[in-house]
């Protein structure tokens, strides 16, 4: 390999990180959410899977059922965390296949 194919190869590398660089960023202003409970419950999360936040129903926010809600919100927040999980991987992977070894993010 000569040096205009490395310095090829490099200008390629730098292009798709920065292209990942986007990605990640688009990917935190990127909100997924999902619900719980027939929807009484739903939890909002960044592409990065970040909770940013939990709204819940006034019709289960009843102190009698506090162990339920609470079961609620976990479920919601577990699915938003891996929709947001899976949809990283579908806005990454076609760019970090690239990429040579150790220039992914």
């Known amino acids: 390999m000569g040096a205009g ?19 990640q960023r688009k990917l935190a202003e990127t909100e997924v ?3 719980a409970g027939g929807g009484v419950v739903k939890a909002v999360v960044t592409g990065h899977g970040e909770l940013v936040r ?12 506090v162990d ?5 919100v976990v479920a919601a927040v577990r699915e938003a965390q891996a929709k947001a999980k899976e949809m990283a991987q579908q806005t990454m992977a076609p760019l970090t296949r690239l990429l040579p070894p150790g220039f992914g993010p």
């Open 68 to 72: 339920l809600l609470a079961d609620l």
């Open 5 to 23: 194919d490395l310095r090829r190869v490099m200008k390629e590398a730098q292009r798709l990180q920065a292209e990942i660089a986007e990605n």
């Open 54 to 65: 939990v709204e819940i129903s006034p019709e289960v926010a009843r102190p009698e059922e």
């Open 33 to 35: 959410e999902a619900t």
